[in-house]
């Protein structure tokens, strides 16, 4: 019997779009388990989606204090995807819980439009600016997060983007990885179609979107 690969999405938002973490170049995958990660606090995005659940307290020592399970998942709040110390107590929420080892769940990482914050008030040169900076922070705490932990080998980045992304051109999104120190930038060659919700949480859309994946962790 094949075991299962594990998975950690970041930047969750509504629950009802969650991240896709099966999807792989040209497949599919079944997951084992995946940890849920989202910038907001527990209350602050109890607020934006009215929507309860059961706050599950983490028996590891870490500063994020927020998790719930979430439909059987595990879910981690207050998680700044740019902050290397944010992911290391994710994981190790995760683990304890799932009772697997960090690197099992590290080993695939998945965010769906990630976008700066403020992004409505941003001319488009500043919007790619800044998240261009946000994508290329994001790789760098991975990597840091994973060297922290200890784990060995290349990790999978894949990226969920939209296809006519105004915010953060494929290129651009291509470089902003490379700076952080993605190697092997590639894009999926069919095109998906998700619903994506603003950061606010009081807008969503059905977008045509690409997946790209690199390669982190050298």
């Known amino acids: 019997m094949t075991k299962k690969s594990h ?15 099966t999807l792989i170049l040209g497949g599919n995958v079944e997951r084992g388990y995946v940890l849920r990660t989202a910038y907001d606090s527990l209350a602050v995005w109890k607020a934006k989606y009215a929507i309860g659940v059961s706050p599950f307290y983490p028996k590891v020592k870490t500063t994020l204090k927020d998790a719930a399970l979430i439909d059987n998942e595990i879910w ?11 992911i290391v107590d994710a994981v190790s929420i995760g683990a304890q819980f799932y ?3 960090p690197s099992e769940i590290m ?14 008030g941003m001319e488009t040169k500043a919007l790619i600016k800044a998240n261009m900076s946000l994508y290329e922070k994001t790789a760098i705490a991975i ?26 051109p494929r290129d651009n999104l291509s470089e902003a ?9 590639t894009s999926d060659s069919r095109i998906h179609k998700f619903f994506v919700g603003s950061n606010n949480g009081l807008r969503f859309d059905e977008f045509l979107t690409n997946m790209h994946k690199t390669e982190l962790n050298w």
């Open 76 to 86: 981690v709040f207050g998680v700044d995807a740019t902050v290397a110390q944010h």
């Open 7 to 21: 998975a950690l999405t970041l930047a969750e938002g509504d629950p009802d779009f969650k991240t896709n973490a």
């Open 143 to 168: 990597n840091e997060a994973a060297s922290i932990l200890g784990i060995k080998g290349k990790l999978d980045f894949y990226i969920y983007s939209a296809s006519k992304n105004h915010k953060i």
């Open 99 to 101: 009772k697997v080892e």
């Open 107 to 120: 080993r695939h990482i998945y965010v769906k439009n990630l976008n700066a914050e403020r992004e409505n």
């Open 177 to 185: 990885v490379s700076r952080g120190g993605g190697r092997n930038f």
